[in-house]
């Protein structure tokens, strides 16, 4: 069984669409996280989510928005793309933290690749 | 401002050592993590550091200096399925991960 999935693996849109990206993990864990890869390969985080605290990078636009039905589920809900937004978003989660902050091992998802043309 | 510095590439030879080298600067330090990253795929955990020294765990080892802002990754007897990127990550003061863009390792026959 996947112990972080996430969905879709590929989502190709148009600028200016409004998309999500699901993820669920089935490892207990009360961490979750939305990561950002983009072309040069640096993994950037966007959001942590722990026992309904979210914890956002101020540096990512409000376009951005995490929701969390429970603490199995974080998705990933994005408006008004932008071309620069075509990147590869990673959800994780781990078992050791507190207050959102990290100290243990992530589970990665497959990634989503986001293509905006 | 905070910092992690890897090469971005190195080449290795089937069956041979290399030595991934990872310098940080960061406010503070918990803990230091070693990921390993197929093409296209999700990142993987190899190791955790938070004290100093030498942990071993098969082929793969990772060392650290607390003093000097360094931390290795040492990976025996190479096959070509450790072709992969090579992520370090440090945990800083406010717990949050800071990672490196990586070191692409090519393992050639």
């Keep these: 069984d996947t112990a972080v999935s996430q969905t879709p693996k590929y989502l190709v849109t148009q600028m200016g669409n409004d998309k999500s990206i699901k993820c669920e993990q089935n490892l207990g864990h009360d961490t979750m996280y939305w990561y950002k890869q983009d072309s040069k390969k640096f993994l950037k985080i966007m959001f942590s989510y722990n026992n309904k605290e979210l914890i956002i990078n101020e540096t990512v636009p409000n376009r951005f928005s995490p929701k969390s039905p429970d603490k199995a589920h974080l998705n990933l809900h994005i408006n008004s793309l932008e071309l620069g937004d075509s990147a590869v978003y990673f959800c994780a989660s781990s078992s050791h933290s507190s207050g959102g902050r990290n100290t243990g091992e992530l589970f990665f998802g497959e990634g989503s690749r986001l293509t905006v043309l | ?109």
């Design chain 2, 1 to 109: 401002g905070q910092n992690i510095d890897q090469p971005t590439e190195m080449t290795a030879t089937e069956g041979a050592i290399v030595q991934i080298n990872c310098t940080y600067q960061t406010s503070g330090f918990n803990g230091l993590f070693w990921y390993q990253q197929h093409a296209g795929e999700a990142p993987t955990f190899l190791s955790y550091n938070v004290l100093d020294g030498l942990e071993e765990k098969g082929r793969f080892s990772s060392f650290l200096s607390r003093s000097k802002g360094y931390s290795y990754l040492l990976l025996k007897e190479l096959q070509m399925k450790d072709s992969a990127s090579y992520l370090c990550a440090v945990v800083d003061s406010n717990y949050q991960l800071i990672w490196g863009a990586g070191t692409k390792l090519i393992i050639k026959p």
